[in-house]
């Protein structure tokens, strides 16, 4: 099984900008969709970005929709999450995870969960 590791988190302040990076063990099945999802503190875990590893087709969560960007960098096995402009309200540990099914923002469709990276806003 493909093991996830994410990094690239810190403390920023309102209105700054993170680039996170989800690396995979492996190569995996280019059908696959590699998926972020975050939990803020008291909350659940929430979908937040995932992107299909063979066309790069990608979807949102609207509450990220024109200020987060997922991409994909198939010969690093690496895919990545663009914060710009972040919000206090997005301090949360970010994850990723995969799963076969396009358009699903669904946690219990998604296997291989990385361990996270904290991600803090605050001024």
């Known amino acids: 099984q493909v093991q996830l590791a994410e990094s690239g988190g810190g403390l920023v302040q309102p209105g700054d900008s993170l680039t996170l990076s989800c690396e995979a063990s492996?190569?995996?099945?280019?059908?696959?969709?590699r998926g972020w999802f975050r939990r803020a503190p008291g909350k659940e875990r929430e979908f937040v970005a995932g992107?299909?590893?063979?066309?790069?087709?990608?979807y949102y969560a609207d509450s990220v929709k024109g200020r987060f960007t997922i991409s994909r960098d198939t010969a690093k096995n690496t895919v990545y999450l663009q914060l710009n402009n972040l919000e206090p309200e997005d301090t949360a540990v970010y994850y990723c995870?995969?799963?076969?099914?396009?358009?699903?923002?669904?946690?219990?469709?998604?296997?291989?969960w990385g361990q996270g990276t904290q991600v803090t806003v605050s001024s």
């Open positions: 995870a995969q799963t076969p099914t396009f358009g699903t923002t669904r946690p219990r469709d998604f296997g291989s």
């Open positions: 492996r190569r995996a099945f280019m059908t696959y969709v």
């Open positions: 992107i299909r590893l063979t066309s790069g087709n990608t």
